[in-house]
């Protein structure tokens, strides 16, 4: 029996910030003080304070420490575990009231948050299914086996009115309800946790954090449709995630609670995994299914449609891992619960991962319906060195941008799509005043394009053509025809390929193209970016009047593309400096450098 | 495993110990005082005995916890018990055995061991 534990957070974010270090520490010197039966070290999945890593909680007292360095361990177990004083230095500042230690869920980072997906992560050691079953884990599917009949659990999730949580936001409760109407000797479940868009770490998280919730719902589902084997299709970058679903698979087998005759009933379900070998067009229901069944991941055309004829030529169900991890819940707390949280068609709770310019860069789960300003500048915490908001991304490369003055809409599958944005699977950046619009759709546009799968000519082509363009525009080639060009291509891209990859594509330009049409107009006609970041329309001189001739920028410059002048300014000593545009690469070294601010990049 | 009893059973043994990671506002919260005042007087078992025996016995909706030095150093090793509405009461010169009859006594009970609360 211990009377304290320390729960230190072995997510992908902090175990690249030391964490495993830490949690060695923390048992060397717990066995120094002789605490090893009194106090027990925890590894869980992901607090979502990516930003404060590494991050670690003591509990009963729910004490917690950011930033936490290995020399750090012998102050925090001597002081705080032997002899009980917070070290307070160490904790993280924002719960560090005038009456003393707040409470985390008391900090504008968790107040507004609402735990349903995430419940388990931050809280339980991923590796012990025995936490997961005192969490009420696997409590569901015994509800589910010993008391409801297929149908039922279908018209719950119906009923609940879950959407799918991987972008789409197609009703679950239908999916499984289509599934389950086709006859066939053998059905499939499975997960996509091919997680792929850039910055997107939600599935990572729950995959690491609580493992067990996944395989409890796939099974739930199992029951639902008729089926009797699953899938997971996960990347083979996550190796945190693969190896704590492997343990987790384990543990569930020897329990008895995958595989043969689950609590004595006669219904059996297992569970394997499938590693995906990084391609993004994975993630795409059809290719990802094609993968499993050891192909090329190549997309197909839709109808038949996966619930119909899916893997390996049978009905199957694809849910995401958050839409999975959503499941169990509802079961055991019901349809009317979950409908209680959210909006009027979109219920329950979305995860995001909150990344680019903004404070407290991590993971967190909202009700459907919390407003993109409550999400930036409360949780978020704002952005940082007091820059101005200028636009959010939501979907990744098929999503789009939300301008600031849209800031006040409300999260949620429809108002983003009305914006012309989409939920995608949760990726949220955050960009500020010196993020320029263009240069951000050439970066997803390039990513698309490296990860179109050539199978149809729209996508493969057409997304190319695009990115031509687009850099024709960043580099000052473009004429204003272009832009309407383009506009027209955007459309015939979408209107014609195949999948989701390429219908979806050209999304981050058609949005930064109805709200910040402005920029790339200047970027055509007066030939300069607005924010500065486009390099070919750049220039970089110095103001001769306010140089003293210190020559430190010269000393700076790569490219030897500053020299001396013999012009001295009034008031000055020492001849000015001048920048040769023709050498200059724009690199900004020498801004930094000029302590009299007499360096101007336009 | 092969029925519903059985993972009850698991479940409750380990409610008693994941049930601390929470943040109970109505719980009964068991304080030790474990400064090296404390420790010197003995607090270390004291405190070992309640964080038990609140697990034993699964008594979920008690937290033990510590604190430093409260500074009546001559009273120690010195708990504090809150319950919800309640005032506080502090037992003084604690020792493991005294812990038992706290915790059945006052905290399943709920009648305060006067003999081993601090005197005027």
């Not at chain 1, 910030?17 to 717990?30: K, P, V, Y």
């Not at chain 1, 001597?78 to 500042?93: A, W």
């Not at chain 1, 001189?541 to 000393?555: L, P, R, T, Y």
Request: glycine fraction near 12%; charge should be negative; charged fraction near 25%.
């Amino acid at each position: 029996m211990y009377r304290s534990h320390v729960l230190v957070c072995g997510g992908t974010g902090c175990t690249s910030s030391g964490s495993q270090a830490i949690i060695n520490a923390l048992e060397t010197e717990i066995k120094k003080n002789g605490l090893e039966t009194e106090v027990q070290v925890v590894k869980t999945g992901c607090f979502g304070l990516c930003a404060l890593g590494p991050i670690m909680i003591v509990y009963p007292e729910g004490t917690f420490y950011s930033m936490v360095k290995e020399e750090d361990i012998a102050e925090i177990v001597s002081e705080h575990l032997l002899k009980g004083r917070i070290v307070s230095r160490l904790v993280y500042d924002e719960t560090v009231a005038d009456t003393g230690i707040k409470s985390l869920n008391d900090t504008a980072f968790y107040k507004k948050q609402m735990r349903v997906a995430l419940r388990n992560c931050g809280v339980i050691n991923p590796e012990c299914i025995d936490e997961y079953i005192g969490c009420d884990g696997y409590e569901a599917l015994g509800k589910v086996l010993t008391t409801m009949t297929p149908d039922q659990v279908i018209d719950t999730i119906l009923d609940s009115g879950l959407r799918g949580r991987g972008g789409g936001g197609f009703p679950t409760g239908l999916k499984w309800k289509l599934a389950k109407g086709n006859d066939a000797d053998q059905k499939y479940v499975c997960c996509n946790a091919d997680e792929g868009d850039p910055g997107a770490f939600m599935d990572r998280s729950i995959l690491e954090g609580d493992p067990h919730v996944v395989l409890e719902a796939m099974t739930i589902a199992g029951y639902a449709i008729g089926a009797t084997q699953g899938y997971i299709y996960i990347r083979a970058e996550y190796p945190i995630a693969v190896d704590r679903l492997n343990v987790a698979i384990k543990q569930a087998r020897e329990y008895g609670l995958l595989g043969k005759n689950i609590f004595g009933t006669d219904f059996s379900f297992d569970i394997e995994l499938r590693l995906g070998a990084g391609a993004f067009v994975c993630g795409e229901e059809t290719a990802l299914m094609t993968s499993i069944e050891g192909h090329r991941g190549e997309p197909r055309p839709r109808p038949p449609f996966p619930a119909v004829k899916g893997l390996f030529g049978k009905p199957t169900i694809l849910n995401n891992v958050e839409t999975y991890a959503n499941i169990p819940r509802i079961i055991l707390l019901g349809a009317d619960w979950f409908k209680s949280i959210g909006t009027e068609k979109s219920k329950g709770t979305k995860v995001f991962a909150l990344g680019g310019k903004i404070k407290n860069t991590g993971l967190v789960e909202i009700p459907m319906g919390t407003t993109l300003r409550e999400v930036v500048e409360e949780i978020g915490g704002g952005i940082p060195n007091g820059k101005k908001f200028k636009a959010a991304q939501t979907g990744g490369p098929s999503g789009g941008c939300i301008p600031a003055h849209l800031i006040d809409t409300p999260i949620d599958y429809d108002n983003l799509i009305a914006i012309g944005s989409m939920m995608g699977s949760g990726g949220l950046i955050v960009m500020d005043e010196d993020t320029c619009m263009v240069d951000i759709a050439k970066f997803f546009l390039e990513f698309t394009v490296d990860e179109s799968c050539g199978k149809c000519t729209p996508c493969r082509i057409g997304t190319k053509r695009l990115l031509e363009m687009l850099d024709n525009i960043t580099k000052g080639k473009a004429t204003l025809e272009d832009i309407d060009k383009m506009e027209e291509l955007c459309y015939y891209i979408k209107d014609n390929s195949l999948c989701g990859l390429g219908q979806t594509a050209p999304n981050p330009v058609l949005s930064t193209l109805k709200f910040f049409r402005d920029e790339y107009v200047a970027h055509v006609v007066d030939k300069k970016c607005p924010a500065g970041v486009c390099k070919d329309l750049l220039s970089y001189s110095i103001i001769k009047d306010k140089c003293f001739g210190c020559g430190m920028c010269a000393k700076a410059c790569p490219a030897g593309a500053i020299t001396k002048t013999d012009y001295v300014a009034p008031g000055k000593k020492l001849p000015a400096y001048e920048i040769d545009t023709a050498k200059c690469v724009k690199c900004g070294a020498c801004v930094g450098t000029c302590k009299f601010k007499a360096i101007v990049k336009e | 495993m092969k029925s519903l009893e059985e993972l009850k059973a698991i479940r409750e043994r380990m409610q008693g110990q994941v049930g601390m990671r929470g943040e109970e506002e109505n719980s009964i919260r068991v304080v030790v005082g474990m400064a090296t005042c404390g420790i010197a007087a003995g607090a270390r078992p004291v405190l070992t005995a309640f964080s038990d025996l609140v697990q034993e016995k699964n008594l979920t909706n008690v937290t033990v916890t510590q604190t430093g030095c409260i500074g009546m150093c001559m009273y120690e090793p010195i708990v504090e018990i809150t319950m919800p509405g309640k005032e506080k009461v502090t037992y003084v010169k604690m020792t493991a055995e005294k812990a038992a009859e706290v915790v059945e006594s006052h905290i399943i009970g709920g009648n305060v061991l006067t003999k081993y609360t601090i005197k005027d």
